[in-house]
T-cell receptor
Framework: AQKVTQAQTEISVVEKEDVTLDCVYE???????LFWYKQPPSGELVFLIR??????QNEISGRYSWNFQKSTSSFNFTITASQVVDSAVYFC????????????FGTGTRLQVTL | EPEVTQTPSHQVTQMGQEVILRCVPI?????FYWYRQILGQKVEFLVS????????KSEIFDDQFSVERPDGSNFTLKIRSTKLEDSAMYFC?????????????FGQGTRLTVV
């Protein structure tokens, strides 16, 4: 069975601080995908990244970066120089690498960025 | 940019009534999903749909639920006799940009309130 754990329920930082959101996953599959979604207060789910299990290169997109480590089954997300607009709930998710596979979500981390 | 559209954004219904939640997936996508999120909790998979049939469903998706793609563009979720515990945000998602359909782009959600 697949499982995603986001141990940090809530994080509060001051603007311009860097913040890392942790994600640990469990799966018996050797091939799988990992995702991060952002859920702002308006409620929609905004896709941030998809990473397949064969690609352990870290990825950077502007102020966002992701650190995938298969050895520790982790896929952590760092926001550099956080801004108030980053305040949201962030979900990590996992899917098997097969057709129409469902996403298994973690419980989310609520990030509050204050001035 | 193409997006998944859900209607209505908010629906209030009386317990025992039938509701139909509507979704227009991204036009060239082949895989369709419904997820739900009870307030303050994680996003949970309900059902996936491909080639005009259900590919997978969770234990939540019991006989009270059904899905349909009636006209080649809409994708609907019907709840036959709503219960108080069906109150949640329901998300439609579609995928198909990737070769295996594991990408999932979510709609903005329908908040269902059962009173």
């Amino acid at each position: 069975a697949q499982k995603v754990t986001q141990a940090q329920t809530e994080i509060s930082v001051v603007e311009k601080e860097d913040v890392t959101l942790d994600c640990v996953y469990e799966t018996r599959d050797t091939t799988y995908y990992l995702f991060w979604y952002k859920q702002p207060p308006s409620g929609e789910l905004v896709f941030l990244i998809r990473r397949n299990s064969f690609d352990e290169q870290n990825e950077i997109s502007g102020r966002y970066s992701w650190n995938f480590q298969k050895s520790t089954s982790s896929f952590n997300f760092t926001i550099t120089a956080s801004q108030v607009v980053d305040s949201a709930v962030y979900f990590c998710a996992l899917s098997e690498r097969r057709t129409a596979s469902k996403l298994t979500f973690g419980t989310g981390t609520r990030l509050q960025v204050t001035l | 940019e193409p997006e998944v559209t859900q209607t209505p954004s908010h629906q209030v219904t009386q317990m025992g009534q039938e509701v139909i939640l509507r979704c227009v997936p991204i036009s060239n996508h082949l895989y369709f999903y419904w997820y739900r999120q009870i307030l303050g909790q994680k996003v949970e998979f309900l059902v996936s749909f491909y080639n005009n049939e259900i590919s997978e469903k969770s234990e939540i998706f019991d006989d009270q639920f059904s899905v349909e793609r009636p006209d080649g563009s809409n994708f609907t979720l019907k709840i036959r006799s709503t219960k108080l515990e069906d109150s949640a945000m329901y998300f439609c998602a579609s995928g198909g940009g990737g070769a295996d359909g594991t990408e999932a782009f979510f709609g903005q959600g329908t908040r269902l309130t059962v009173v």
